[in-house]
């Protein structure tokens, strides 16, 4: 799509061109290679993808020199940052977050034009991050005042904290390239660990005008920014046996890459967001009105291009004639546009290739009998490609395998509920599930079975992640570890503890240590 009416405060007036990056404490100048980073929106009347500036093309010796620095501010556990007193990090993290928001206008102005979020979507994202950091500054004060005490049993005392775990290598996804992989990087820092940070392929820009607000709140070393592609970076670093916890959001076969260049991968902590192929279901009794809302929004939201997004519906074959008709209808009824558009729903798709795979997708299905209800489904514009609706879709075609990460929806009908409860079973994946129905007698049994399978079952609701503060996780291919507010900081943490026998010496020891305050980690002092 071209536009060449783009509102003054959403223009590209001068290009990024990101000469720096954050190693030790250092904002360091970058003078090898680059990559031009390119968006898919149109700014000139023709079509043209528009240049908005470059980025580092880091290799070997810039990811071990960050490696490098992480590993010295962590020295062995006895680093400034690991042994600090809890409110000194949260204090830390406050001031992080207090510069991170004067940023706003700039990190939401590249989230539109990198990944082509919608102007509100990028607002929410960017203070959903903030809220995010927020909260986990609270959970991280409840936590520590509920270790504030000492445990006795059977004549042992045990004081009991959570302790960092060491070196975090953090990949986060282009799709939420702030929110995600803040909520990685996040907890990460706040529990004591020390962080090599490598951006997205896109949505990479937009981390750069929140590097000085990393190197002026935390001690040198203890976050690390460096960009290029994760071939180049990522794999030296895991192949040095050095880093404690791989933290990824993306795709399992990246994840599984890098798992196995660890000489050790015993030793490796995985906190993982992988990929998924979430179901709707759809019973012969579901109220099709909010339904209809709920699956456009569940497969369209951002284009689809999320892992928790409905990406296969199953709808009972009385009621499918009706629902195809009404959500066919539907889906060409949104509207299209650049993401600073008033009431877009449809936005330029961020990768170049993202159009064609798609189209693959559809020939594939239509070749083996599925058909594109919708009328503009498949039609293809320089940027984007129009939602398809295909139907019937069957177990032979790609679309139903692949997690196809984009503007396609593959529909299915089902007699028997045991078809896409046995399909579940045997998928690779597993993350959550819709379901729709008001028949509490068959909706019971169903959330039973539907519980083992995936991690969320949302009842007439479409997948998400939110709100932070729920477990977000999946099971097979689709998660390791859990991540909100609560469970990101144990996922990046290990339960350790001082402990001692009940007798006089060890008595007057302790009540000196918590007297003196010598120790950081002997303390119960309580945090407001």
């Given at each position: 799509m071209s536009n060449t009416i783009i509102p003054e405060e959403f223009q590209i007036t001068s290009k990024i061109h990101q000469s720096t990056?954050?190693?030790?404490?250092?904002?360091?100048?970058?003078?090898?290679?680059?990559?031009?980073?390119?968006?898919?929106?149109?700014?000139?009347?023709?079509?043209?993808?528009?240049?908005?500036?470059?980025?580092?093309?880091?290799?070997?010796?810039?990811?071990?020199?960050?490696?490098?620095?992480?590993?010295?501010?962590?020295?062995?556990?006895?680093?400034?940052?690991?042994?600090?007193?809890?409110?000194?990090?949260?204090?830390?993290?406050?001031?992080?977050?207090?510069?991170?928001?004067?940023?706003?206008?700039?990190?939401?102005?590249?989230?539109?034009?990198?990944?082509?979020?919608?102007?509100?979507?990028?607002?929410?994202?960017?203070?959903?991050?903030?809220?995010?950091?927020?909260?986990?500054?609270?959970?991280?004060?409840?936590?520590?005042?509920?270790?504030?005490?000492?445990?006795?049993?059977?004549?042992?005392?045990?004081?009991?904290?959570?302790?960092?775990?060491?070196?975090?290598?953090?990949?986060?996804?282009?799709?939420?390239?702030?929110?995600?992989?803040?909520?990685?990087?996040i907890p990460a820092i706040i529990m004591g660990n020390t962080t090599i940070f490598k951006p997205a392929k896109h949505g990479v820009l937009l981390i750069t005008p929140l590097l000085e607000a990393f190197q002026t709140s935390f001690p040198r070393g203890v976050v690390n920014i460096i960009f290029g592609r994760g071939r180049a970076v990522a794999a030296p670093i895991m192949q040095t046996g050095k880093v404690d916890v791989l933290a990824l959001i993306g795709n399992s076969k990246s994840a599984n890459a890098l798992q196995n260049q660890h000489p050790k991968s015993n030793r490796l902590r995985l906190v993982l967001g992988l990929e998924a192929?979430?179901?709707?279901?759809?019973?012969?009794?579901?109220?099709?009105?909010?339904?209809?809302?709920?699956?456009?929004?569940?497969?369209?939201?951002?284009?689809?291009?999320?892992?928790?997004?409905?990406?296969?519906?199953?709808?009972?074959?009385?009621?499918?004639?009706?629902?195809?008709?009404?959500?066919?209808?539907?889906?060409?009824?949104?509207?299209?546009?650049?993401?600073?558009?008033?009431?877009?729903?449809?936005?330029p798709l961020p990768e170049p290739g993202k159009p064609a795979y798609i189209h693959e997708l559809i020939d594939d299905a239509v070749e083996k009998g599925a058909k594109i209800l919708n009328k503009k489904g498949g039609v293809h514009s320089d940027n984007y490609i129009w939602p398809a609706v295909l139907f019937p879709v069957d177990r032979s075609m790609r679309v139903y395998h692949e997690e196809q990460f984009g503007p396609v929806i593959p529909v299915l009908t089902f007699k028997d509920i045991e078809e896409p409860l046995n399909d579940m079973a045997e998928s690779n994946y597993g993350q959550q599930v819709s379901l729709f129905g008001k028949d509490v007698y068959a909706i019971a049994p169903l959330i039973d079975t539907l519980v083992n399978l995936v991690c969320r079952v949302n009842l007439n609701s479409s997948c998400q992640r939110g709100p932070d503060v729920y477990p977000?996780?999946?099971?097979?291919?689709?998660?390791?570890?859990?991540?909100?507010?609560?469970?990101?900081l144990r996922s990046f943490s290990v339960r350790t503890f001082v402990a001692f026998k009940d007798n006089d010496l060890n008595t007057e020891t302790v009540e000196k240590l918590l007297e003196t305050k010598l120790s950081n980690f002997i303390s119960t002092d309580y945090i407001l």
């Open positions: 990056y954050l190693v030790n404490g250092e904002l360091k100048t970058w003078t090898g290679k680059t990559s031009d980073v390119y968006s898919t929106i149109s700014s000139t009347e023709a079509y043209a993808p528009t240049l908005l500036g470059s980025i580092p093309d880091m290799g070997e010796e810039e990811a071990l020199e960050a490696l490098g620095a992480a590993d010295k501010a962590y020295n062995k556990g006895k680093g400034i940052w690991p042994t600090m007193r809890v409110q000194e990090r949260i204090e830390c993290m406050e001031v992080f977050v207090t510069k991170m928001k004067t940023k706003r206008d700039v990190v939401v102005k590249l989230l539109m034009w990198e990944i082509g979020k919608s102007l509100g979507d990028s607002q929410k994202e960017f203070d959903r991050t903030v809220e995010y950091i927020e909260d986990t500054i609270e959970d991280y004060k409840k936590l520590d005042r509920d270790a504030a005490k000492f445990e006795k049993h059977d004549g042992v005392y045990a004081h009991i904290r959570r302790g960092p775990l060491g070196v975090v290598l953090c990949l986060g996804p282009y799709n939420y390239p702030l929110n995600e992989t803040f909520a990685l990087l192929k979430n179901p709707a279901i759809i019973l012969p009794d579901a109220d099709l009105d909010l339904t209809i809302n709920e699956c456009l929004a569940g497969t369209l939201s951002f284009n689809g291009q999320r892992c928790t997004a409905l990406k296969v519906i199953y709808v009972h074959e009385d009621i499918a004639s009706e629902f195809n008709k009404r959500f066919s209808e539907r889906v060409d009824q949104l509207k299209f546009g650049n993401p600073w558009e008033s009431g877009v729903n449809l936005t977000f996780t999946g099971r097979k291919d689709s998660a390791q570890s859990t991540l909100s507010v609560h469970d990101a």
